[in-house]
Structures are given as C-alpha cells and as structure tokens.
C-alpha cells in the first residue's frame, strides 16, 4: 500500500520561501504521475503542479497558472521524494497542501487520484 507523507511546512512572511517535501513508501513510483495540490478554507482543492515521467530519466512538469514562475517541482527517484519550492509566497497561497500520486495522468489532473498525503499547513502572513 503506497503511502505519502508531506513535510515542511509553516509559518512565512509575505515574500519568503518555503520548501515542501513528500515521501512516498510502500512501493517504487518512479513511473506515477506525482503532484501537488491545495486546500484554502472554504475553498475547493486546486491543483498546483505535477511531474510526469517522459521515458528513460525524464520528467516533464505542469503547473496551474496560479503558481506558474513562483512555484517549482522536482523529483528525487532514488529517494522516492517529490519537492515543491516555493518562492515568493503571498497571503492568498494560505492552505493546507497535499501530496498525490496515481499511475494515471487524468485521474491525478482531475483531482482524483488513487493516493493522497495528509496534507501540510503553509501559512502566509502579510
């Protein structure tokens, strides 16, 4: 059973950076589809970015124009982690932020994936 585990998380001023990490256990997802995704309250979860495998040791990435130049994903296969760095953070990326990962690209773009995290909470202070 694949398992997920975020960290990294906190308190930022407006500006700052954070770096979120996610460990997946249970099994080797070097060929899953992995991604990011947020939950502000009150709000529906929003996909954020995802990395998908692209033959050999490539990884392609996706992200929602809401992040789009501030936010980065990045992938560790050896260590079966997925990273999200963000940078210039804002009050409105204020949410709680999960890990998810499933072998198919729609069901995670869709936001229905076999796998989720339990998810970090990012606070921006302005």
């Known amino acids: 059973q694949v398992q997920l585990a975020e960290s990294g998380g906190g308190l930022v001023q407006a500006g700052g950076s954070l770096r979120l990490s996610c460990a997946a256990s249970?099994?080797?997802?070097?060929?899953?589809?992995m991604g990011w995704f947020r939950q502000a309250p009150g709000k529906e979860r929003e996909f954020l970015a995802d990395?998908?495998?692209?033959?050999?040791?490539?990884?392609?990435?996706k992200y929602a124009d809401s992040v789009k130049g501030r936010f980065t994903i990045s992938r560790d296969t050896a260590k079966n982690t997925v990273d999200l760095q963000m940078n210039s953070l804002k009050p409105e990326d204020t949410a709680v932020y999960y890990c998810?990962?499933?072998?198919?690209?729609?069901?995670?773009?869709?936001?229905?994936?076999?796998?989720w995290g339990q998810g970090t909470q990012v606070t921006v202070s302005s």
């Open positions: 249970g099994g080797t997802l070097s060929r899953y589809v």
């Open positions: 998810a990962a499933d072998p198919n690209y729609s069901k995670l773009r869709l936001g229905g994936p076999a796998y």
């Open positions: 990395t998908t495998w692209s033959g050999g040791r490539r990884y392609l990435a």
